[in-house]
């Protein structure tokens, strides 16, 4: 196709990787075919005004990829990529956990194209990855990791941070570092389902403390710290799942006083911190000797990944943690870390973040407009909306029938750590869901709720 000039993006990455990436795109739209014959070198570096030698190493990445094949002579030929078969993916695709607080997907072609280009990328080293390597992450990965942290002001030394195989075990291998059973774990009194089944296999007791739209209160902090000497104090402070609360900048300084006057280890579990474009400052800013910072790449990036960026108080810490993480599942795996790396270096993992960001926006933006008038928390850049449901309707019998919508409603039950659960569920508003389908979906919910009347 000796006619084809690709347009390179201008968000800042290396050229050689626009040009790889867009013969991905190519590929993946239709515009170059199997076999098609990519315009030679040095009249592809004219026709786009760059050097001979960035083409020659957007052409060998591509290569690289399992994109093109090159021949002598006669120049380079796209190969392109065979499809899954469609039956088995939709099989998968079927597989979603709609119990889980889930991002939107994806459904860009241009972006698309630059993640799929990604997995050939690392692909190529496929051998490499499949070995046993570190518990917490290369020199590599850990320095990926430090650029991603960095978009949440966070500097730490490379000895300091670790790559976990997501937020879970990481929480999980904390605890196991801080307390023995019968310990006592602060957290607030409405929270993230996964801390409460980690306690519990723990044998730790999970005490809630109340708060107001700030955060936790720092007077019952106080006294609970006083009251059951617990060994560490968890946190989801950014959109907090499920209330959608983020504390606030003050709030923060209150709780990294407090807790820097009693010496208390604080999780913080920043799993949402890389979604809106502002938030605030993490508390490990506040009381860096004190906080694991986890930062998970579940909600910005992808779940599947099964990988996070934890920032541990110190170095010694730091190899606790990975002896801890050796023993739950040995390291986390090198494909993903490799491919999360990767997405970062050449700006994909950014382009995923902003995609959730913005779809999040408009997601928000269909259930605000549908729930108006009923009593619902949400925040524009949450997954979900905190729904208290009306007088007369149940949290059981609304999960009945909103089921087979593609939406995903939790109970308060799985939230509530202390007093009883109120009639609220979480309404997750990403996952594979459309815009269209999740209109119908909140209208149904909606005429549900008015209908109790």
Request: charged residues 20%; aromatic residues 4%; neutral net charge.
């Amino acid at each position: 196709m000796k006619d084809w000039t690709p347009i390179l993006r201008t968000d800042g990455a290396a050229r050689y990787l626009q040009l790889a990436d867009a013969i991905a795109e190519g590929i993946s739209n239709g515009t170059l075919q199997d076999g098609v014959r990519l315009p030679p070198q040095r009249k592809l570096a004219d026709r786009l005004g760059i050097d001979f030698t960035t083409v020659s190493r957007g052409y060998v990445e591509a290569r690289q990829r399992g994109l093109v094949s090159s021949h002598v002579g006669r120049g380079t030929f796209v190969i392109g990529t065979k499809r899954a078969d469609p039956q088995r993916e939709q099989r998968r695709h079927a597989d979603v956990d709609l119990t889980m607080n889930l991002p939107p997907e994806p459904d860009d072609r241009a972006l698309l194209a630059r993640m799929e280009a990604g997995v050939q990328t690392v692909t190529a080293n496929l051998i490499d990855l499949l070995r046993y390597q570190s518990s917490t992450g290369g020199q590599i990965d850990k320095e990926a990791a430090s650029t991603w942290l960095s978009l949440r002001g966070l500097v730490p030394s490379l000895d300091r941070i670790a790559v976990t195989p997501g937020a879970h075990p990481t929480i999980l291998a904390i605890l196991m570092s801080l307390t023995k059973p019968g310990d006592v774990v602060l957290c607030e009194d409405v929270t993230y389902p996964g801390i409460r089944s980690i306690c519990a296999r723990l044998n730790l007791r999970l005490v809630g403390l109340p708060g107001d739209a700030d955060g936790i209160n720092i007077d019952a902090l106080d006294t609970a710290i006083r009251e059951h000497r617990p060994k560490a104090l968890y946190l989801n402070p950014t959109l907090n799942n499920p209330t959608t609360r983020t504390i606030s900048l003050a709030r923060r300084q209150s709780i990294a006083d407090v807790i820097i006057a009693h010496h208390l280890p604080l999780i913080e579990d920043d799993a949402y911190g890389f979604i809106p474009p502002h938030p605030p400052v993490p508390l490990a800013s506040f009381a860096p000797d004190l906080v694991w910072h986890i930062g998970g790449l579940a909600k910005c990036i992808g779940a599947g990944l099964r990988l996070a960026y934890t920032v541990a108080p110190n170095s010694h810490a730091a190899r606790e943690l990975a002896h801890q993480i050796k023993i739950i599942s040995v390291m986390p795996s090198p494909l993903m870390m490799a491919l999360a790396t990767r997405w970062i270096i050449d700006g994909t993992a950014d382009g995923i973040r902003r995609f959730v960001r913005e779809e999040t926006l408009a997601r928000q933006a269909i259930a605000s407009q549908a729930l108006n008038g009923f009593r619902f928390e949400s925040t524009p850049h949450a997954f979900n909306v905190w729904l208290h449901l009306p007088e007369g309707i149940t949290r059981a019998e609304m999960i009945g029938r909103m089921a087979g919508t593609g939406v995903g409603i939790m109970p308060s039950d799985a939230f509530t750590v202390s007093g009883n659960p109120t009639e609220a569920i979480r309404v997750c508003l990403g996952g594979q869901i459309k815009r269209s389908q999740l209109h119908d979906a909140m209208g149904l919910l909606a005429y549900i709720m008015s209908s109790s009347d």
